[in-house]
């Protein structure tokens, strides 16, 4: 089982990324969960998803500790790094991120996803990116079955873009390690 938060501000596709993961999750036979907080203001104000990945029924969508915190931005980090379980996960888009100390008993991996969506002409990708990145440093779905639905997720709503293919692929391959 995997308790994820998706974090940063409206506008990133912070909620949209966990729409995707959770039908891809549901798509490769996994039981998933999803709530949403955000704010007022439509871009620029918080937001946030929990989801719940898992192969067992799922008790509740709101863990006491998460096992993923995926950050869009700085801010988000320094918000939910606290609901982090030691031996967690963090992944953060080095993009909006300064030089810092992270816990020594939480792994984080980071990848530019802003540089890499924007390299792709595909802007709004950064979430398809951070998600690759995601999937990499925790391995909880396997690449090729989420490339395949992931596909298939952008087919079926009428929106068919290797663009978003190549982000995602792009943040797994160049996810790296930061402590």
Same mark, same amino acid.
């Given at each position: 089982?995997?308790? =994820?938060?998706?974090?940063?501000?409206?506008?990133?596709?912070?909620? !949209?990324?966990?729409? =995707?993961l /959770?039908?891809?999750?549901?798509?490769?036979?996994?039981?998933?969960?999803? !709530? @949403?907080?955000?704010?007022?203001e439509m871009?620029?104000? /918080?937001?946030?998803?929990? %989801?719940? %990945?898992?192969? &067992?029924?799922?008790? @509740? +969508?709101? +863990?006491?500790?998460?096992? %993923?915190?995926?950050?869009?931005?700085?801010?988000?980090?320094? !918000?939910?790094?606290?609901? *982090?379980?030691?031996?967690?996960?963090?992944? /953060?888009?080095?993009?909006?991120?300064?030089?810092?100390?992270y816990?020594?008993?939480?792994?984080?991996?980071? *990848?530019d996803? #802003?540089?890499? @969506?924007t390299?792709?002409?595909? &802007?709004?990708?950064?979430?398809?990116? #951070? #998600?690759?990145?995601?999937?990499?440093?925790?391995?909880?779905?396997?690449?090729?079955?989420f %490339?395949?639905?992931?596909?298939?997720?952008?087919?079926?709503?009428?929106?068919?873009?290797?663009?978003?293919?190549?982000?995602?692929?792009?943040?797994? &391959?160049?996810?790296?390690? /930061?402590?």
């Amino acid at each position: 089982m995997a308790d =994820i938060m998706f974090a940063g501000i409206g506008g990133q596709g912070v909620l !949209t990324a966990g729409k =995707i993961l /959770i039908q891809i999750a549901a798509d490769n036979g996994k039981n998933v969960s999803w !709530t @949403s907080e955000y704010s007022a203001e439509m871009r620029g104000g /918080i937001a946030l998803c929990r %989801v719940v %990945v898992s192969d &067992e029924e799922i008790g @509740s +969508p709101y +863990p006491d500790k998460l096992d %993923v915190l995926v950050c869009m931005n700085e801010e988000a980090y320094d !918000t939910y790094i606290d609901q *982090v379980a030691s031996g967690g996960k963090v992944i /953060i888009n080095k993009s909006l991120f300064g030089e810092r100390e992270y816990p020594d008993d939480i792994q984080v991996t980071g *990848v530019d996803a #802003m540089g890499i @969506s924007t390299n792709l002409e595909n &802007e709004r990708g950064a979430n398809l990116v #951070m #998600m690759g990145a995601m999937i990499e440093a925790t391995q909880m779905l396997d690449k090729k079955q989420f %490339v395949d639905t992931l596909k298939d997720y952008f087919d079926h709503i009428g929106k068919p873009s290797e663009r978003n293919v190549r982000c995602f692929k792009e943040g797994y &391959e160049k996810a790296e390690k /930061i402590s």
